[in-house]
């Protein structure tokens, strides 16, 4: 591949440690591997820098660990303690759980600890004639119920959830439709818009990136660019942009299991503490995270339907969001064959009629745009050779308009390369797909490198995406090398 002889392909090894925020984020990771699985701190260490690219001086690590009540030892007068209440407890018929600083401990942990310890059998004995050390930071419970309930009582917690969040969300996309939200283009424009685009568009990318580098196994590159995201999600939150609900989560599913689970309570937790616990996002994320991977699915095709619905009564259903809404409704349930072309039948007629009302009228970009709009739909519906129909008459207006510099032209050549080879892939036509690929990453090499890097990270990661697919691992490895080069340039900036 020509293009790959101009790139960069180096990668800065420099580390950087550990934020708040990431601490927070791999909180019980870490205390599992230290205080459950017992593993020294040098070995902690160097696994979360192997497999979650976290890095943090043993100092760090001290003083963390310290600050969270995390310690591996038992003390003496605990593990007395805790034998005491657990002898009253039982005589009273309770089960126990017991928590020192905060911590939960295993009984199993304190009965290793007395068998090593044959010494204190008298001072066991001694201390069940006196009352408990109530100076210890011990506490203990009895623990919840089992969610095995019996049937008549209903059924699992999170049959409940989905239609919560609906409603929660609902309230809040209307209220700031009918308050704060400006809409413009192809964006929801949030509260405090200064800057606040840049920073998603950041955050998105990052998580973007992350999620192409796990499928190819490239953990330490894959982390960065996860901490790299989780970073700035902070400021993306203060600004309350409406569709960050969608970007995150359609994207934590992406993740898989193992990393998503503790990504979306890090997500659930910086909202709270952002927002507020009672914050109409913060409350939707506390149900999110409870839900199963297949419900995630469900429920964020619902709420995707509900908020077409809103902008199409606010906007009208031309609003470029309306169609990019309903198109991510089809990207999150992600089963081809099942989404049928008549559900966007309205959208379709429209978008049709619009398209030749802006070229009558001598408007070829609207009416292009159009066009790309209505290829878009055919594809969501699986009509592919309608959809390369349609792309077609779009490409002709825009190689009548080929030297025109003006930047929505430039972006709908690049839509026009990427779609295209999306549309091959999808009809088997993988050289032909490779090749589309290619010519969007020189477009965006050459338009978009300096201003909107991330169009060209985009074009990169689908080049991967293709390789990987059809099997073409040494070409999909390649691509993943000038990938994490650019990413290491674009943090250099």
């Not at 509260?191 to 568009?201: A, S």
């Not at 199409?312 to 992600?334: E, F, M, P, Y």
Request: overall charge negative; aromatic content about 8%; glycine content about 6%.
């Amino acid at each position: 591949m020509g293009t790959r002889r101009d790139v960069e392909t180096h990668l800065v090894t420099g580390k950087t440690y550990a934020t708040e925020e990431v601490w927070d984020c791999h909180r019980s990771i870490i205390t599992k591997l230290y205080q459950d699985d017992r593993k020294p701190l040098k070995q902690v260490k160097l696994m979360m820098e192997r497999d979650y690219n976290f890095h943090a001086t043993e100092r760090m690590y001290k003083t963390r660990l310290r600050s969270w009540g995390v310690e591996k030892k038992l003390k003496e007068s605990e593990a007395l303690h805790i034998a005491q209440l657990k002898g009253e407890r039982e005589a009273m018929g309770k089960k126990t759980e017991f928590y020192i600083r905060n911590q939960r401990v295993h009984w199993e942990r304190v009965a290793r600890y007395l068998e090593r310890r044959p010494d204190l059998r008298h001072k066991l004995r001694a201390s069940a004639k006196t009352p408990a050390n109530a100076g210890l930071d011990i506490i203990c419970r009895t623990p919840s119920p089992s969610l095995e309930l019996p049937a008549f009582i209903g059924g699992p917690p999170e049959v409940g959830l989905p239609e919560e969040m609906l409603r929660i969300f609902k309230g809040y996309f209307e209220g700031g439709l009918e308050g704060g939200w400006a809409i413009e283009e192809d964006m929801i424009h949030g509260f405090d818009d200064e800057f606040g685009q840049l920073r998603v568009i950041e955050m998105r990318t990052d998580l973007d990136n992350a999620i192409t580098l796990l499928g190819m196994n490239k953990l330490e590159a894959a982390f960065r660019a996860l901490n790299n995201s989780l970073d700035s999600l902070g400021h993306a939150i203060k600004e309350q942009d409406p569709l960050l609900f969608y970007i995150l989560s359609y994207r934590a599913m992406q993740l898989g299991p193992t990393i998503s689970v503790p990504v979306v309570a890090f997500i659930h937790k910086m909202h709270e503490t952002i927002l507020g616990p009672q914050h109409p996002l913060a409350l939707v994320w506390s149900r999110f995270r409870c839900l199963s991977l297949e419900l995630r699915a469900t429920t964020l095709g619902m709420m995707a339907g509900s908020s077409v619905q809103l902008l199409k009564g606010q906007q009208g259903i031309l609003n470029r969001v309306v169609a990019l809404a309903l198109g991510s409704t089809s990207n999150i349930l992600d089963k081809p064959g099942e989404t049928d072309i008549s559900q966007f039948g309205e959208l379709l007629s429209k978008y049709t009629a619009a398209s030749e009302a802006h070229f009558a009228e001598g408007n070829y970009q609207s009416s292009c745009e159009c066009l790309s709009v209505v290829a878009g739909i055919y594809s969501w519906g699986q009509e592919y050779e309608l959809a390369k129909e349609e792309l077609a008459r779009a490409h002709s207006l825009i190689q009548d308009n080929k030297g025109n510099p003006e930047r929505p032209w430039l972006l709908l050549e690049l839509s026009h390369y990427e779609v295209m080879a999306r549309l091959c892939y999808q009809t088997g036509s993988v050289d032909e797909a490779v090749a589309y690929g290619c010519k969007a990453y020189e477009h965006a090499a050459e338009h978009f490198q300096r201003q909107d890097k991330h169009q060209s990270l985009r074009a990169i990661r689908n080049l991967i995406d293709l390789y990987h697919s059809a099997g073409r691992e040494d070409e999909a490895e390649q691509w993943c090398d000038i990938l994490i080069a650019n990413m290491s340039r674009k943090r250099q900036v």
